[in-house]
């Protein structure tokens, strides 16, 4: 047993007095524990998602005027595996060798510094930038539940000129309420 004296700090006690194979056994029975509350989060993501979902279909099925085929699959990623899925989207693309060529010849005419991580900045902007996507490949939409950052933000909403007003509205309206802010409010103001 350890005296603790003030002002000094305490002595790690962690693994003392257990054997290697102990803490081995606890840290993988964390590990698992970590998995199963991470497969719940997302179970609990999936179906939360699937009520704001529904009337969503529903409205883009009056909008077209067809029914879907067949249910849209769904698939929700954290901001780690969304990164993850923007270096293999981007790898499909470009090689490294082509980002470092590129990097290379921005570096050359003064418009990056030498040996800048251009690859790894533009999947690290396009992994911040992304709620969701559709794979076409995979046919789901992907999504991530993190993806709107805490704190104060600028948000641009851009749409083409056959994008309805509606749907510009409908878009900066979710915005707020994802922050908790009633746009009733805001417009009785």
Known sequence: MAVLE?????????AEGYSTAAVATVTTEN???RDILTEHDHEKALAANKALREPV????????GLEFKEP???????????????????????SEKEFRQM?????????????????????????????????QHQHKEVETPDWLPSGKVTVGVTAGASCPNNLIEDTIRRLFE????????????
Not at 58 to 64: D, L, M, N, T
Not at 76 to 91: C, D, E, H, P, S
Not at 178 to 189: D, F, K, T, Y
């Open 103 to 135: 990097a290379d010849a921005m570096a050359a005419i003064g418009l990056l510094p030498a040996h800048y991580p251009l690859r790894e900045k533009y999947i690290d902007l396009l992994s911040e930038q992304v709620a969701a996507f559709y794979d």
């Open 57 to 64: 279909e529903k409205q883009v099925a009056e909008i077209r």
């Open 178 to 189: 994802l922050r908790g802010i009633s746009v009733q409010r805001l417009l009785a103001n």
């Open 31 to 33: 590990e698992h524990l």
């Open 72 to 94: 849209i699959g769904y698939q929700v990623l954290n901001r780690k595996q969304i990164k993850q899925t923007m270096a293999g989207k981007m790898a499909e693309v470009f």
């Open 6 to 14: 003030p002002g000094k700090p305490a002595p790690p006690t962690h």
